[in-house]
């Protein structure tokens, strides 16, 4: 008997030995999955996180996309995407801006991005809720509104075609992101 729960324990042990293995053979992946560790800093020299975006980037000045930097993106990112969405829109989540397959050694975007379908560095717009292609700055029907600059880095380069609605982004990116990183505004009317 006593020689049988010695057999069972040595079982059970084996069990455990193998579990933790495999757990922490995995558990660098999960964290470079876009675990919490994993985190891109995106800023703008135009506002602070938090902050006030100008009017020049609002559609009651220019209407033009503000200059953006970010750090932190990890090594073996094959593309960068970036939305920018307003959560506080009346009708739901309204979305401002979707570019993806940006390169990876990619360091920021610079003030007035143009709005065509693709850029000189092979990124790609999606579509806005203003359906148009490339960034449309706030413009809340009144109140204060917040604004997320979101930029993820993927592992893959896309298979989208430019005119992508951010839900076809989010449902191509699962999976696939390595970091994030988020820049929020506000803008008042």
């Known amino acids: ?12 042990m ?45 559609c009651d000045g220019d209407d033009v996309s503000p200059p953006l930097r970010w750090d932190g993106v990890p090594d073996g990112t094959k593309s960068l995407a970036l939305i920018c969405d307003d959560p506080d829109a009346p009708m739901g989540t309204w979305v401002h801006w979707v570019l993806f397959n940006i390169p990876p050694d990619v360091t920021g975007l610079p003030e007035k991005v143009p709005s065509q379908p693709h850029l000189e560095n092979g990124a790609v717009h999606g579509i ?13 029907p009144g109140g204060t509104h917040r604004y997320f600059f979101k930029i993820y880095a993927l592992d893959t380069v896309l298979n989208l075609k430019a005119g992508a609605t951010k839900a076809q982004l989010l449902d191509a990116i699962e999976g696939h992101i390595l970091a994030k990183g988020e820049l929020m505004g ?4």
């Open 186 to 189: 506000k803008y008042s009317r």
């Open 128 to 140: 806005n809720d203003f359906r148009n292609y490339g960034y449309g700055g706030p413009c809340p």
């Open 14 to 58: 084996a069990a455990l030995g193998a579990f933790a293995l495999a757990f922490f053979s995995v558990f660098p992946i999960i964290l470079a999955k876009g675990g919490k560790s994993m985190e891109i800093k995106i800023t703008s020299t135009a506002f602070k996180n938090g902050g006030e975006i100008p009017v020049r980037y609002t």
């Open 1 to 12: 008997m006593i020689r049988m729960l010695r057999n069972q324990s040595a079982v059970k």
